[in-house]
DNA sequence: GGGTCGAATGAAACCACACCTAGGT
DNA sequence: AAACCTAGGTGTGGTTTCATTCGAC
C-alpha cells in the first residue's frame, strides 16, 4: 500500500483508513465512505508523507510534512537537531468532507493536497457528498476540538463527536516519541480509534472476537509456558514494564508462535476467563482495546497500576455490552458484524469484488492479530499477579525459615573449627572432622 | 478400638572460642 | 568524662540424641 490509492490504483494516496487498512485518494475516500452508514464511521486521517503506509500522526511545521508515529520517532530523534522541531497532532475526521471542509482543518492541506482530487473525483462524476452534507453541516465554531490556525489539534479530548454532523473530526492522543514496531498490520495497533466515550465498556470487543479464532480455554497459563510464551524468564517481568520490553514481547515474536501457543494445552479457563473480564481499561483515558495495543507500554503499566488496586476489569469482554453500546461511541463496527462493514448488505456494490476479498482478508488477519494481542496483554497480566504472589510467599518464607546468620566472622570462625562428632574442640586436640581438609585425624 | 513396633521427621543439645556488652577501676 | 580492663553472655555449624508423628500389624 501506498503511493497509489488501494482502491482506484491510479490517483496518489492521500488519506489513510484504519478501519479498512487502506491508503485512498480523496475521490475514492468518499466514494467508498459514502457507501453506507457504518462505513462512513471510520475514522481516517493524512497518509504519512514520509513511509506512505501509515497514517499519519503529527504534522512537523518546520518540515512541513505529515508524519505517521514511527516516522516522527525516527525523524525527530533526541539525538539528530531535528528534535526541536515544533510538531503538532494531526486530527483524523470521519464521515464524507468535502476537500473544502477538510482544507478548513487542514489548512497545511489546502496549500498543497487538495488539487490532488481532481481527476479522479471528476472521473466519478463529482460524486455528490450533499446527502451529507446536510448532516454533515459542519461548523468548526461548534467543534469542542481545540485547535489552531494550522488546522492540528493541540490534544485534548477522548471524544470529540460532531453530534449531528455526518463527519467527525477526532483527535489522537497525545504524540510520545515513542519507537513503535515496524512489522505491525497496519491498522491493529493504531493510537487511536478516538471516538470513545466514557460508558464505552470496550469497543470494538465481543465475546466471540476474543474466542473465535482461538481457544482460550486451552490456553496453558503455567509459569513455565511464560518463557515459552514471551521469550523471556518470569524475573524479568518488572523490567520489561519499566523499560516498555512489552514492545519487544510482543513484537519480537512470531505471530505464528502465539498461535501455537494458544493451541496447547491446559486449562486456565477461570484464571484467563477471570482476567479478561477483569480488565476494563478505563475509556477516559483512551484505553481502548485499539489503543492499549498502540500504547503498549503505558497501557501495560497501566494495566499493573490498576491490577495493584485490585480493581482490573475487563468487562466490555463479557458480550454483556449490545452492539448499540460499541456504535453509540462510534467503535468500528466491524467487530460486531458477521462480514466488515465495508459490504454492505445489498448485492449491488460499488467495489469490485477482489477489492473487497482483499479487504474481508485484511479484516481477518487483523481480527486475528487483535485477539493474539489481546490474548498475551491478558496472560501477562496474569503472569504478573501470579509472580507477585509467589514473591511474597518466597519472601515470606524465606523469612520464616532461613537462619540469619548475625556475626559472619562467628560464621567464618565456625566454618574452619575442628570438630568431634560434631562439637568443637580445644585447639590443638584430635579431631575427627576439619572442614578445611574434610579428613579426620582419629 | 486400643496397644505395640519400626520408620521417618524435627527439634534440641553439645562442643570451643571470638566477639559483644555491662560493670568496675 | 574518658579510657581501659575484666567477667559473663552470645552465636557459630556438624553431629548426635531425644521426642514426636505416622502407618502397619
Redesign the pocket.
Same mark, same amino acid.
Given at each position: 500500500m501506498g503511493y497509489i490509492c488501494d482502491f482506484c490504483g491510479d490517483q496518489p494516496s492521500l488519506v489513510y483508513c484504519r478501519s479498512d487498512a487502506a491508503c485512498l485518494c480523496l475521490s475514492c475516500d468518499r466514494n467508498v465512505h459514502s457507501a453506507n452508514a457504518l462505513s462512513k464511521r471510520h475514522s481516517r486521517t493524512l497518509l504519512c508523507e514520509r513511509c506512505n503506509s501509515q497514517p499519519a500522526f503529527v504534522r512537523c511545521a518546520e518540515e512541513k510534512v505529515s508524519l505517521c508515529q514511527n516516522c516522527d520517532w525516527l525523524g525527530h530523534d533526541a539525538s539528530t537537531s531535528n528534535s526541536t522541531h515544533k510538531r503538532q497532532t494531526i486530527i483524523s475526521y470521519s464521515g464524507c468532507p468535502s476537500s473544502g471542509e477538510l482544507s478548513s482543518i487542514w489548512s497545511f492541506f489546502s496549500q498543497s493536497d487538495s488539487a490532488g482530487e481532481s481527476a479522479c473525483e471528476q472521473e466519478l462524476g463529482l460524486m455528490s457528498i450533499s446527502e451529507n452534507i446536510e448532516s454533515t453541516s459542519w461548523d468548526p465554531t461548534v467543534n469542542t476540538i481545540s485547535h489552531n490556525s494550522a488546522g492540528v489539534a493541540e490534544v485534548n479530548g477522548d471524544c470529540n463527536v460532531d453530534k449531528g454532523s455526518g463527519w467527525t473530526r477526532t483527535s489522537i492522543p497525545e504524540h510520545r516519541p515513542a519507537p513503535q514496531l515496524l512489522d505491525q498490520p497496519a491498522g491493529s495497533t493504531y493510537t487511536s480509534l478516538p471516538k470513545f466515550c466514557p460508558q464505552t465498556k470496550y469497543p470494538g470487543l465481543s465475546e466471540d472476537d476474543l474466542y473465535d479464532d482461538f481457544n482460550i480455554d486451552e490456553v496453558d497459563l503455567n509459569l513455565e509456558n511464560y518463557e515459552e510464551l514471551f521469550g523471556v524468564t518470569l524475573n524479568h517481568s518488572e523490567e520489561l514494564l519499566e523499560n516498555g520490553g512489552i514492545d519487544s514481547l510482543f513484537g519480537t515474536k512470531d505471530m505464528s508462535a502465539a498461535d501455537s501457543t494458544c493451541q496447547g494445552a491446559v486449562a486456565a479457563e477461570g484464571s484467563s476467563i477471570g482476567l479478561v473480564n477483569a480488565i476494563q481499561p478505563a475509556c477516559s483515558n483512551a484505553a481502548s482495546a485499539d489503543s492499549v495495543m498502540s500504547n503498549k507500554t503505558d497501557s501495560i503499566l497501566y494495566f499493573t497500576t490498576k491490577h495493584a488496586h485490585s480493581s482490573l476489569s475487563f468487562s466490555g469482554l463479557t458480550g454483556e455490552s449490545s452492539a448499540g453500546d460499541y456504535q453509540d461511541c462510534g467503535a468500528s463496527s466491524m467487530l460486531l458484524m458477521g462480514e466488515p462493514p465495508w459490504c454492505p448488505p445489498c448485492t449491488e456494490s460499488s467495489i469490485p469484488s477482489a477489492t473487497r476479498s482483499d479487504a474481508v482478508m485484511r479484516y481477518k488477519e487483523k481480527k486475528k492479530t487483535r485477539n493474539i494481542i489481546i490474548y498475551k496483554l491478558c496472560v501477562f497480566v496474569a503472569i504478573l499477579v501470579i509472580e507477585g504472589a509467589c514473591l511474597i510467599a518466597v519472601s515470606a518464607s524465606k523469612e520464616r525459615f532461613e537462619?540469619r546468620? &548475625?556475626?559472619a566472622? #562467628?560464621?567464618a &570462625?565456625?566454618?574452619v #573449627?575442628k570438630?568431634v562428632?560434631?562439637?568443637?574442640?580445644?585447639?590443638g586436640d584430635a579431631y575427627d572432622?576439619d572442614?578445611l581438609n574434610q579428613t579426620r585425624s582419629c
Amino acid at each position: 500500500m501506498g503511493y497509489i490509492c488501494d482502491f482506484c490504483g491510479d490517483q496518489p494516496s492521500l488519506v489513510y483508513c484504519r478501519s479498512d487498512a487502506a491508503c485512498l485518494c480523496l475521490s475514492c475516500d468518499r466514494n467508498v465512505h459514502s457507501a453506507n452508514a457504518l462505513s462512513k464511521r471510520h475514522s481516517r486521517t493524512l497518509l504519512c508523507e514520509r513511509c506512505n503506509s501509515q497514517p499519519a500522526f503529527v504534522r512537523c511545521a518546520e518540515e512541513k510534512v505529515s508524519l505517521c508515529q514511527n516516522c516522527d520517532w525516527l525523524g525527530h530523534d533526541a539525538s539528530t537537531s531535528n528534535s526541536t522541531h515544533k510538531r503538532q497532532t494531526i486530527i483524523s475526521y470521519s464521515g464524507c468532507p468535502s476537500s473544502g471542509e477538510l482544507s478548513s482543518i487542514w489548512s497545511f492541506f489546502s496549500q498543497s493536497d487538495s488539487a490532488g482530487e481532481s481527476a479522479c473525483e471528476q472521473e466519478l462524476g463529482l460524486m455528490s457528498i450533499s446527502e451529507n452534507i446536510e448532516s454533515t453541516s459542519w461548523d468548526p465554531t461548534v467543534n469542542t476540538i481545540s485547535h489552531n490556525s494550522a488546522g492540528v489539534a493541540e490534544v485534548n479530548g477522548d471524544c470529540n463527536v460532531d453530534k449531528g454532523s455526518g463527519w467527525t473530526r477526532t483527535s489522537i492522543p497525545e504524540h510520545r516519541p515513542a519507537p513503535q514496531l515496524l512489522d505491525q498490520p497496519a491498522g491493529s495497533t493504531y493510537t487511536s480509534l478516538p471516538k470513545f466515550c466514557p460508558q464505552t465498556k470496550y469497543p470494538g470487543l465481543s465475546e466471540d472476537d476474543l474466542y473465535d479464532d482461538f481457544n482460550i480455554d486451552e490456553v496453558d497459563l503455567n509459569l513455565e509456558n511464560y518463557e515459552e510464551l514471551f521469550g523471556v524468564t518470569l524475573n524479568h517481568s518488572e523490567e520489561l514494564l519499566e523499560n516498555g520490553g512489552i514492545d519487544s514481547l510482543f513484537g519480537t515474536k512470531d505471530m505464528s508462535a502465539a498461535d501455537s501457543t494458544c493451541q496447547g494445552a491446559v486449562a486456565a479457563e477461570g484464571s484467563s476467563i477471570g482476567l479478561v473480564n477483569a480488565i476494563q481499561p478505563a475509556c477516559s483515558n483512551a484505553a481502548s482495546a485499539d489503543s492499549v495495543m498502540s500504547n503498549k507500554t503505558d497501557s501495560i503499566l497501566y494495566f499493573t497500576t490498576k491490577h495493584a488496586h485490585s480493581s482490573l476489569s475487563f468487562s466490555g469482554l463479557t458480550g454483556e455490552s449490545s452492539a448499540g453500546d460499541y456504535q453509540d461511541c462510534g467503535a468500528s463496527s466491524m467487530l460486531l458484524m458477521g462480514e466488515p462493514p465495508w459490504c454492505p448488505p445489498c448485492t449491488e456494490s460499488s467495489i469490485p469484488s477482489a477489492t473487497r476479498s482483499d479487504a474481508v482478508m485484511r479484516y481477518k488477519e487483523k481480527k486475528k492479530t487483535r485477539n493474539i494481542i489481546i490474548y498475551k496483554l491478558c496472560v501477562f497480566v496474569a503472569i504478573l499477579v501470579i509472580e507477585g504472589a509467589c514473591l511474597i510467599a518466597v519472601s515470606a518464607s524465606k523469612e520464616r525459615f532461613e537462619k540469619r546468620v &548475625r556475626y559472619a566472622s #562467628r560464621k567464618a &570462625r565456625a566454618d574452619v #573449627r575442628k570438630r568431634v562428632k560434631g562439637r568443637f574442640v580445644k585447639a590443638g586436640d584430635a579431631y575427627d572432622y576439619d572442614p578445611l581438609n574434610q579428613t579426620r585425624s582419629c
